[in-house]
């Protein structure tokens, strides 16, 4: 029954005319094969499911979505944003680790201390930051990979370990700390005082165990969906240095292949799934962080000054960024730009709100 309220509500919402649904009835329906290489228990399945509703029910069945979760279709980033590119693969979820090897600047995510909240995050990320972005993959990419859009995987990335409370950067020194192979984490740990460490993340769990690694820089579902506490990971600081976004690659001949009609039916699919993602980690983190403690682990949250020291003593990778990343001061202007941006217009909503 609220399958069919909704698929109601969706469609009258929504202007189908001529060419879409004359398809709908007629034709054979467009066909849209999205991948995630993670489980139905992952935000990114939520955003798929949300995306696949709507654009079914808001085209009235002119286009047809096929989910496809783990490695079915293909096992890493290069090789699912390949098959974007190719078009054997229609819509793929990256991290910005999966992608950076083909767009190395959207790296500019995982520099730390720039958005200070979700309420920025969320603001940024819903508006031309993201055409920027998505410009610069199309031009590098041969008009090929689309960016749609870009949520959230994950919550927030902080500093969690097995030996004690972080509380300022002086207290990561010494700390083995385990990044992925790519050049920026390990620059923001190194500034930070620890040692940058990369190992693969099925080993991450044993690695705890046998002291290869003593932290991680992790959002906390997947610290527990991992059980990582289990090996010995108990101190959790939330200085929240990077919104763990979640980047939407879509075929650009699939898209631009589309009319009007169902490529707006397709663009507000993305805004739905993006708020899906962007809510779904909040949900999550709350039986989580309950877990975490209930089992014994110690949760600390910086103070203002406290964080501010962290970001002081991060700004080098900044810099490092600039310099290392090609289109690295392009996309680092435009997302500070929109971080200002929405700093003000929150300021603004503030005043409004609060009095």
Known sequence: MLK???TAATFAATTLTGGAAFAAAHGDPIKIVATANSNEADEDYAGLIVFKDYVEAASNGAIEVEIYMGTQL???GAECIEGV???SIDVYISTSGGAAGIFPYVQVLDLPYLMANDRIAEKVLTGDFVRTMRNMALEDSDNTVRLMTIGNTGGWRNFANTKRRITSPADMEGLKIRTVVADLPQELVKALGAAPTPIPWPELFTSFQTGVVDGSKNGITDIMGMKFPDAGLQYVTLDGHAYMGALWWMSNEKFMGMDDDMKRVVVDGFYALQQATFA?????AIQAYADFVEGG??????SPDEKAAFAEAA???QDWFRANVDGGD???DALISAVAQAEAE???DYGADLQ
């Open 4 to 6: 069919h309220l909704f």
């Open 74 to 76: 293909c096992s890493t």
């Open 85 to 87: 590119a190719e078009g």
């Open 280 to 284: 779904a980690p909040k949900r999550g």
């Open 297 to 302: 682990g110690d949760i600390y949250v910086p």
């Open 315 to 317: 700004k080098p990778v």
């Open 330 to 332: 392009k996309i680092l």
């Open 346 to 348: 929150l300021a603004s």
